[in-house]
Nanobody, 120 residues
Framework: QVQLVESGGGLVQPGGSLRLSCAASGSIFHIHAMGWYRQAPGKQRELVAAITSGGSTNYADSVKGRFTISRDNAKNTVYLQMNSLKPEDTAVYYC??????????????WGQGTQVTVSS
């Protein structure tokens, strides 16, 4: 069984920074892509940033230049450094990972979500 556990959310003022972390644990053979999604009230879940096992990244246009995704393959952990935060970044942020296990093959896994609120 695989678990993704997120941490690092909270309340921050506009212009501030937060760093999200997501650690995967369980019977993991290999982790392919990892990413962060977010869902604001009344809106669909959207991709924020993703990173491949080789380190290639892509970002939503709305966060380019402000957010940085990175990963530590030895720790099965993905990070999202969020700078210059804006009120419109307020959402629940979800970690996602494409993980290969011996039992289930390759499947998508999700974290429980962490709230990020940007407000003065």
């Amino acid at each position: 069984q695989v678990q993704l556990v997120e941490s690092g959310g909270g309340l921050v003022q506009p212009g501030g920074s937060l760093r999200l972390s997501c650690a995967a644990s369980g019977s993991i053979f290999h982790i392919h892509a990892m990413g962060w999604y977010r869902q604001a009230p009344g809106k669909q879940r959207e991709l924020v940033a993703a990173i491949t096992s080789g380190g290639s990244t892509n970002y939503a246009d709305s966060v380019k230049g402000r957010f940085t995704i990175s990963r530590d393959n030895a720790k099965n952990t993905v990070y999202l450094q969020m700078n210059s935060l804006k009120p419109e970044d307020t959402a629940v942020y979800y970690c996602n990972a494409e993980i290969w296990t011996v039992v289930a093959g390759t499947s998508d896994y999700w974290g429980q979500g962490t709230q990020v609120t940007v407000s003065s």
